[in-house]
């Protein structure tokens, strides 16, 4: 018994991340998890990139859904009195029903292109969103399960389901604060799915823990800070930033993409 704990002891402090590696991720974390509190979206496309640069996407992904799924926890409380549920609920039936053919196409298709039509799409939707293009009332509830379907091929295929939905909330007619609540809300929700395929495929390591625990806080931290920005800033802004961040999406998506096919 004493030698099993033993071998335990060694494997847990065998796998503690460097001093430097601990750090990087902490400031990625930091950073990705501010943009996040702004806009209530973000955070895994920031965060998988910039932790990208020191350590494999095997471990940067399995961490940034992680944080994800904790931080939505530790937020639904506040976020689901603002979020607006009656779309929720349909994204989140389209997302269930778009998911597996968006695998099911990136299993045929180069995920390089894939990201490449996404970036055009998203590039598209920037221009419209830019142009001051809204609707007048909520969409349908056929729309709203189309606009699910779409967000969970574009995970399926690229792991990309933020630009479908946050276009929803940008153009129809809800507040800042319920459009930031709902897609909390939404990102918790394909986290969830999420973690289930990583713990499925053996990705939740020890050292993925292990840095998941350590940068934790400076999630909670993030968001915070970007909240109170979120709070005192305008309706505005925050639509400003938010389609600012989209077409940084799309780009940063697209050069990837051509980088991967050359």
């Not at 961490?63 to 530790?74: C, E, K, P, S, Y």
């Not at 350590?214 to 970007?226: D, E, H, N, R, S």
Request: aromatic fraction near 8%; include cysteine; hydrophobic fraction near 60%.
């Amino acid at each position: 018994m004493h030698s099993i704990v033993a071998a335990a002891q060694a494997t847990l402090i065998a796998a503690l991340p460097s001093p430097g590696l601990a750090a990087a991720t902490l400031a990625a974390v930091l950073t990705a998890a501010v943009l996040r509190g702004f806009t209530g979206f973000g955070f895994a496309l920031a965060a998988v990139p910039l932790m990208g640069m020191v350590m494999t996407p095997s471990q940067a992904v399995p961490i940034a859904v992680l944080l994800q799924l904790l931080g939505g926890l530790n937020d639904l409380r506040r976020n689901h009195q603002d979020g607006h549920w009656w779309s929720l609920r349909w994204l989140i039936v389209g997302a269930i029903i778009g998911s597996p053919l968006g695998a099911l196409v990136l299993s045929v298709a180069p995920a390089a292109a894939a990201r490449i039509i996404i970036s055009c799409i998203t590039f598209g939707a920037v221009v419209v969103l830019g142009r001051g293009f809204a609707f007048d009332v909520v969409p349908s509830r056929l729309v709203t399960i189309g606009v699910g379907a779409l967000a969970g091929l574009f995970n399926g295929l690229a792991g990309m389901p933020a630009p479908a939905v946050v276009v929803y909330y940008m153009s129809g007619p809800f507040r800042s604060v319920v459009a930031r609540a709902s897609l909390l809300i939404f990102f918790l929700a394909t986290a969830i799915a999420a973690f289930g395929s990583i713990a499925f495929f053996g990705l939740a390591t020890t050292q993925v823990a292990w840095l998941t625990l350590l940068t934790l806080p400076a999630m909670f931290v993030g968001t915070w800070i970007g909240e109170q920005g979120f709070r005192r800033g305008s309706e505005r802004l925050h639509r400003q930033v938010s389609v600012a961040s989209l077409a940084i999406v799309a780009l940063l998506s697209a050069a990837k993409g051509i980088g991967e096919l050359l």
